[in-house]
């Protein structure tokens, strides 16, 4: 008895390098980072599979290939998380699951993986889709609205929800809403330019307000 062949595999397509035109003298591409990153960032694409851009000085890497997202996503041993930009994102988030290096990363996922067992998900899609209502109650024919800044206050005011569960009040859903998408905006620039808050400027007494009334308020709940 034979068996038929396993049909080939298509080869891994080979990446193409390339570098992302327009970068500033000193800044790089910070200037376009923080104008407008998702047109940036679109952009992408078109110079190469892995693009190199310019964080002032600093070289990185963007990576605009499904494949070798997939190999830098699953391999967190060789692509590790160090550097200047998780060494910033670290300073303001902590060494949490979605910033820690590899030698951290099974201690911190045991640690979250009993919230995403299999009998929590049905209250999430109900917690979600409640969200989802009111948001669009909000929205009135004819009106515009900013689609990023609606969907990152509904992103923010679901994990607040999961996070936290139902026991707490609409006022302090609110609050840590608020609290947490200052705070989560105020970390992309602080990754990008870790001295920012070398300069008292209001984003940064924001920022601190943010981050001081979000650790206040987890930690009432908490207690």
């Not at 200037?31 to 960032?41: E, G, W």
């Not at 694409?45 to 190999?71: M, S, T």
Request: with cysteine; hydrophobic share 40%; glycine share 8%.
């Amino acid at each position: 008895m034979t068996t038929a062949p396993h049909p080939p595999r298509d080869p891994a397509p080979v990446a193409r390098a390339g570098r992302a035109p327009g970068a500033w003298p000193v800044a790089g591409h910070l200037p376009h980072l923080l104008r407008a990153p998702l047109r940036f960032l679109d952009s992408l694409p078109a110079h190469g599979d892995l693009v190199e851009i310019r964080l002032g000085p600093r070289p990185a890497f963007v990576l605009c290939h499904p494949e070798i997202a997939r190999q830098v996503m699953s391999d967190g041993r060789t692509f590790d998380r160090v550097g200047p930009l998780y060494e910033g994102s670290r300073a303001a988030l902590g060494n949490g699951l979605a910033t820690c290096p590899h030698a951290d990363h099974r201690r911190q996922r045991l640690l979250m993986q009993p919230a995403f067992r299999t009998e929590h998900l049905p209250g999430y899609a109900t917690a979600m889709g409640h969200e989802i209502g009111v948001a669009l109650d909000r929205w009135r024919p004819g009106t515009t609205v900013d689609m990023v800044d609606e969907m990152f206050a509904l992103t923010t005011t679901v994990a607040v929800r999961t996070l936290f569960g139902s026991g707490i009040d609409d006022r302090d859903i609110a609050e840590l809403r608020d609290s947490l998408d200052t705070f989560l905006k105020g970390v992309y620039l602080r990754a990008l330019l870790p001295a920012v808050d070398a300069v008292p400027t209001p984003s940064s007494r924001r920022y601190r307000r943010g981050l001081a009334g979000w650790r206040a308020h987890v930690a009432r709940i908490v207690a």
